[in-house]
C-alpha cells in the first residue's frame, strides 16, 4: 500500500429496496496501490455499494469520504471529477470509433478551433496504452474489431485519461477466454503498481487470490471482515462468505495462525 490515509472510505451507507435491506450500514475503506477485491454471495450488496460509488444510485443514509471530501451521495459525474471510475466491458466504449477516438470522447484535442487533432491524440492514446501496458494490434481499427480484453484496455486508457484514480470492475473477466483473462488481470495488477486504486468484484476465488492485496467479505448487506488476502487462505473466506465461519470465530482463528 503506497499511502497512509485511504484515498476513499466508506462510512455508514446504507441502502434499501422496500423490504430488502441491500446494504446495512457498511464501512470501506480504499487505499491508493492496492487491488481491493470484494467478494460475497449473490445478492450480497456489491453491485449495489459499486453503483453507489459511481454514482448510478443514492444511498439513504451515511457518507463516503474521497480524498478527505465528503459526500452524502454521488451524481455520475460527481463521481468522476472526484476520480472514481467504473469501467464496463462493453457498454462504455463506441463500437464504430477507434481506440484513440474512444480514450479522447468528449475531451478531443483540437487544431485551429475546430478540427480534431487526430495526431496528436493517438501519439498520447499510444503512450497511454504503453504506460499501462495495453497491448492493441491497432489504434486505427474501430474497437468492434478488439477482443474482451483489449476492449477492457481500452476502457481503463479512457478512464485514466479523464482523471481516474480508483477504477472500479464488477467481474471484469466474466464471459472471458483464458488468455484474456490472464490480460486483464496483469492489467489490473499493473494499475495498482502504478499508484492507482483498484476495487475489483469477482465471484472467482483463484483470481481474487491472485491479483487482490485485502480482501472485504460482504454477506446480505453486511461487510463481514476486510483481511490482508497473505493472512488467509481460499477456504476461509469461502466459509466466510456462506457464514460456515462468523467474525468472532475468524478472529481466534487468525490469532492463532
Ligand atoms: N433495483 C433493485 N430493486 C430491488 N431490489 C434490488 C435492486 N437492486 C438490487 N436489489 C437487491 O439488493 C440485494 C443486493 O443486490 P446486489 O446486486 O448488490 O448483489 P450482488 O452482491 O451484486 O449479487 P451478484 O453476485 O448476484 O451480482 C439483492 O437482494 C437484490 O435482489
Ligand atoms: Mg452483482
Same mark, same amino acid.
Given at each position: 500500500m503506497s499511502s497512509v490515509q485511504p484515498f476513499l472510505q466508506v462510512r455508514g451507507i446504507a441502502k434499501r429496496y422496500s423490504n430488502i435491506e441491500? $446494504?446495512? &450500514?457498511i464501512d470501506l475503506d480504499l487505499y491508493t496501490g492496492e487491488v481491493l477485491a470484494i467478494v460475497g454471495d449473490n445478492g450480497a450488496g456489491k453491485s449495489t455499494i459499486i453503483k453507489i460509488l459511481s454514482g448510478a444510485i443514492t444511498p439513504d443514509s451515511g457518507e463516503i469520504i474521497i480524498a478527505g471530501r465528503k459526500y452524502s451521495k454521488l451524481k455520475p459525474k460527481t463521481a468522476l471529477d472526484a476520480g472514481i471510475s467504473t469501467v464496463y466491458q462493453d457498454l462504455a466504449?463506441? +463500437? %464504430?470509433?477507434?481506440s484513440a477516438s474512444n480514450i479522447f470522447l468528449g475531451r478531443e484535442h483540437r487544431k485551429?478551433?475546430?478540427? $480534431? +487533432?487526430d495526431k496528436r491524440m493517438q501519439q498520447e492514446a499510444l503512450d497511454l496504452l504503453q504506460q499501462l501496458g495495453i497491448y492493441i494490434? =491497432?489504434?486505427? =481499427? %474501430?474497437? &468492434?474489431? $478488439? =477482443?474482451g480484453g483489449q476492449r477492457q484496455g481500452v476502457a481503463v486508457a479512457r478512464a485514466i485519461h479523464q482523471g481516474g484514480r480508483l477504477l472500479i470492475f464488477d467481474?471484469? %473477466? &466474466? &464471459?472471458?477466454g483464458l488468455k484474456e483473462t490472464a490480460t486483464v488481470l496483469r492489467l489490473i495488477r499493473g494499475l495498482a503498481e502504478e499508484g492507482f486504486g483498484v476495487i475489483v468484484v469477482s465471484h472467482n476465488m483463484e483470481q481474487v487470490f491472485k491479483i487482490s492485496d485485502r480482501i472485504c467479505i460482504m454477506r446480505q448487506g453486511e461487510v463481514v471482515d476486510c483481511v490482508k488476502t =497473505?493472512?488467509?487462505?481460499p477456504q476461509d473466506v469461502v466459509a466466510m462468505i456462506t457464514g460456515a465461519i462468523d467474525l468472532e470465530d475468524f478472529s481466534i482463528y487468525r490469532s492463532k495462525n
Open positions: 441491500a $446494504l446495512k &450500514a466504449l463506441i +463500437d %464504430t470509433m477507434d485551429h478551433f475546430f478540427c $480534431l +487533432d494490434p =491497432s489504434l486505427y =481499427s %474501430t474497437v &468492434a474489431c $478488439l =477482443s467481474e471484469p %473477466t &466474466a &464471459a472471458m =497473505s493472512e488467509v487462505n
